[in-house]
């Protein structure tokens, strides 16, 4: 069974902090997506990541594809309270043809 | 492009009676996948079709059900609902059949009491 762990489950921070959230897995993907979801509202997709060793940046935002291609990591600077959400991570199996989520990680930034 | 649209957006149902929840994809999308999210348990995938075929199947019971029509909308249903099926269900579209970028819908908020 394939599995994605998130790490950390919960992250409470001050605005302005820096914070890095990681999803890792022992199977391999064919690309990584990750996305945030507010409350009561559907998964957004922020982005895709493909090649082992890819990084993309969003605004504030950094996500790095492991060479392996079996992690992952959002990167955060200099967080704000609209990044206040529920980051989603998701596996695209090309063998299983299925999307395989982590558990999530829930942010919470203060003013 | 319109995006993926779920109705109803909110239901109050009471247990024992079934319900039906409708997805329509983003516009040349062919797979449609439905997911199951509570606090708990995180993101449970329940099933996904392409072109009116069932791909793949989640660990759901048979009270859970769908089916997709040829203009690749799609429907869920529940029969005999419980209070555990209480959730946010969310509908996801894709281009290809094989997992690939997921655009989800807003969600229905399914209340069981």
Redesign the interface.
């Known amino acids: 069974t394939q599995l994605l762990e998130q790490s950390p489950q919960f992250l409470s921070i001050q605005e302005g902090e820096n914070l890095t959230v990681y999803c890792n897995s022992s199977s391999v993907f064919s690309s990584l997506q990750w996305y945030r979801q507010e409350p009561g509202e559907g998964p957004v997709l922020l982005v895709t990541v493909v090649t082992g060793g890819e990084v993309k940046k969003l605004k504030r935002l950094t996500f790095q594809f492991g060479d392996a291609r079996k992690d992952s990591s959002l990167h955060i600077t200099a967080a704000q309270p609209g990044d206040t959400g529920l980051y989603l991570c998701a596996g695209a199996s090309s063998n299983t043809g299925k999307l395989i989520f982590g558990q999530g990680t829930t942010l919470q930034v203060k003013p | 492009k319109a995006g993926?649209t779920?109705t109803p957006r909110y239901l109050i149902k009471t247990r024992g009676q079934q319900v039906t929840l409708s997805c329509s994809p983003i516009s040349g999308h062919r797979s449609v996948?439905w997911?199951q999210q509570t606090p708990g348990q995180?993101?449970q995938?329940l099933f996904?079709y392409f072109s009116e075929t069932q791909?793949?199947k989640g660990n759901f019971p048979g009270r859970f059900s769908g089916r997709q029509f040829s203009n690749s909308r799609s429907e869920m249903n529940v029969s005999t609902l419980e209070l555990g099926d209480s959730a946010?269900y969310?509908c996801?579209s894709s281009l290809e059949?094989?997992?690939?970028?997921?655009?989800?819908?807003?969600?229905t908020?399914l209340t069981v009491v």
Not at chain 2, 98 to 103: D, L, Q, S, V, Y
């Open positions: 993926v779920q996948s997911y995180g993101l995938f996904e791909r793949n946010l969310l996801a059949d094989r997992a690939t970028e997921a655009f989800f819908g807003q969600g908020r």
